[in-house]
């Protein structure tokens, strides 16, 4: 998997007892950009204010970064920083956190398992990308402990979740801002680039708060972010998945935005799912076009997710719901053990790959 | 109505060509309080870091300005400007926003509209306060022009809401933020104060979008918030409203936190409706510890707000689509003219008093 010059993604990093500040990744070093580049917007502690300055610089600041680590290496040499001499940060400052539910497989795995006697889709799903606010408070970095939840996981009885669960998904980061009330510009024009999400949920706690509300703290207990955000640039494109029926107009797709990317789920280093991108319904530009067609503000550092990245396939799908089937079908673990939902101790890694392009990883351990 | 020593609510105000700064309204004035008080802390363009000194500086604050404003007035008057000389701004800088669902005669009402045949109360209602995430990046100040939104009003029509409504609530405002996965403290060791929330509504986008993940793009285009945050200490407290079942007990009460508050809401000055307050099921206490149950971490600026307050009576409802029964039964103002819901150019103004003390407005016109 490939951290060169066509991948190129963003974080925070510190060395020890320094402020955290903006690097970029290359091979098992990052890059200090504030030193390397000369520019205090580097300096700041997130990505939001260089994310601010819209595509132009992006484009011209990835050129720049392309030349340097192949013509000038040496120049910038001083400048790279071992990996296991950071610690990684959480990339930028969330505004809001948007989550959507743009995959027809899991919508329908869902429909069915929960309204087995109806349509596993319900009548708005294939007219718009369904989508809520989640807790941007609450967004953490890859690699901070999950503290298992307590709720009511039904009524009368408050305790730890026993249906911790998983959601392996894409997130993108907006930013570049809109006014409120003002239309959003080409998707490209707002959104910096993407960055793994797992959405862990405790489907328990959920399934009783959720009418008719939605999700509240089934989900707002945690949501991981990998430390890497891979400017859109980077990313192979291919259509989206055909529609129907066609979308209205204001939904409709402003290009190839489908990607053509690979996500591997694995529980303590095993892989229990590969979920393919590729097979998702509904692009991020109809997401982005969709969470403004009200006339919704963006801020740097909006983050959207997908949604649970499932495909046809068992062993394609995204959340262990789906994949132990509410768990009558465990999982067999190769050390002998079964799973239905997650266990204290277990660790959970979601990567991703694009072809050559590695999108790194997010993981997160239970406690 | 008073806006004496006994209520002191928190702003920020501008003079022209004068960056923000937090002030206290005292009569038809607001007092600077980085030049009465010589701290820095209140030259930010945001209450934020004022209400992150959390309770005791609270409390010290408001007992001098009490002092001042009575005892030293002179000293102080040099630094009252009047109200006709500044713009009021958003006080804090929203972190994450929770809607709540606390009103048994609200929520009662739309279960009795949407699902006739069945029990008003969904089954957790009376188990734990509803509520979900709402759009923080759209709260506006009171005065903010609001644009009726476009979106899906059903399947394959795009087009202006049709039925834009409002919802009359009091938000609690975070000062003081917790850990991810500490427990939080007493209420009132976190939130700071109280300010009058107007949750527009646009009632067919949301019921076409809301199955299953909760209202989105129904309610994200706008949230309206009065400018002056009035502190807990200035509120008049009475027991909450009888609970059946009794509360599990992380939801068992911490004190008296119902809130003898009167909402008014008028239609270009017209009174439609007074929504009593002292009638909510869920207290804000009771809505706190809900909402960090489940180990979520508070941060400074986090609002969470009531719900729709609706008392018993047509006339106490806080919505139209209460009192108009979705439409069916149209007030008629003094004009002649009726309204089901809101037509382009009316203004919404939403008062509230407790006893002697006013929460001032929020207002908002449809563009």
Chains 1, 2 share one sequence.
């Not at 859109?232 to 989206?240: Q, T, V, Y």
């Amino acid at each position: 998997m490939s951290w060169g010059v066509d991948n190129l993604p963003y974080g925070v990093f510190s060395r020890q007892g320094q402020a955290p500040r903006v690097g970029v990744r290359h091979g098992d070093r990052v890059l200090d950009l504030a030193a390397a580049l000369h520019d205090e917007v580097f300096a700041a502690p997130s990505l939001n204010p260089f994310m601010a300055r819209g595509r132009t610089a992006w484009h011209d600041t990835r050129a720049l970064l392309q030349e340097k680590l192949t013509t000038d290496l040496s120049v910038v040499e001083a400048h790279l920083v071992p990996l296991d001499q950071v610690t990684m940060h959480l990339p930028f400052e969330v505004a809001d956190y948007v989550d959507f539910y743009c995959s027809l497989d899991h919508a329908s795995n869902i429909g069915r398992m929960f309204r087995p006697d109806s349509e596993p889709l319900l009548p708005n799903w294939r007219h718009l990308p369904v989508g809520y606010h989640g807790r941007a408070g609450t967004v953490v970095v890859s690699g901070t402990p999950v503290r298992r939840p307590r709720g009511q996981v039904r009524a009368g009885v408050f305790g730890p979740s026993g249906k911790l669960d998983i959601e392996a998904e894409l997130g993108f980061v907006v930013g570049v801002p809109t006014e409120l009330g003002a239309p959003a510009g080409a998707f490209e024009d707002h959104v910096f680039g993407v960055t793994l999400v797992n959405d862990w949920s405790a489907r328990d706690i959920q399934a009783w708060e959720y009418v008719p509300l939605g999700p509240f703290l089934g989900k707002s207990f945690a949501t991981s972010v990998s430390p890497w955000v891979t400017p859109l640039e980077a990313l192979p494109r291919i259509p989206g998945r055909p529609q129907e029926p066609e979308p209205l107009d204001y939904l409709r797709r402003q290009g190839d935005w489908g990607l053509d990317i690979e996500l591997e789920v694995r529980i303590n280093d095993e892989v229990v799912s590969r979920p393919p991108y590729a097979t998702m319904y509904w692009t991020p530009d109809q997401m982005l076009a969709h969470m403004t067609a009200n006339g919704a503000s963006l801020r740097v550092g909006d983050l959207f997710a997908s949604g649970t990245v499932s495909g046809p396939r068992r062993e394609e799908r995204g959340s262990l719901i789906e994949i132990t089937w509410n768990g009558t079908e465990p999982i067999k673990l190769s050390s002998g053990e079964t799973r239905t939902f997650l266990e204290d101790g277990d660790t959970v890694t979601i990567r991703a790959t694009a072809g050559d392009i590695t999108l790194g990883e997010v993981s997160g351990t239970i406690v």
